[in-house]
């Protein structure tokens, strides 16, 4: 391979060699982001990974209520929607004896140019 003749500087981003889960710390943490990748069938259900501004790429949480909420999203696929998913805390379950992880989902087209789109 040649060297490159133009003086730009490219920004190079390493993908994650893990899942890089996105944890949130505490209550109305939130996380926004294109879709990249969703996986219905992945290893504990529904799979959505996003990038941030900043390019980073995030797996989101496989709990139950946020899976079914992002199973709620119409057109869910890879480079078409901006998700925004906020944690709002804990609430009792009234079938299992752990609490549940609840979080909100919004959702939008990107704007162009948005994301490198």
Known sequence: MGKSTTTEKKKWKRVPSDLNLWQPKAKNDSIEG????????GKFGLQVKIVDGNGEIFTLPAHKV????????????????????????????KNWPTPMEMYDVDYRDPDPGEFGI
Do not use: C, D, F, M
């Open 34 to 41: 294109l879709v990249t990748q969703v996986l219905p069938e």
């Open 66 to 93: 946020l899976q079914g909420r992002l199973g709620s999203v119409p057109g869910l696929r890879a480079n078409a929607l901006i998700l925004k998913v906020t944690y709002t805390g804990t609430e009792k379950s």
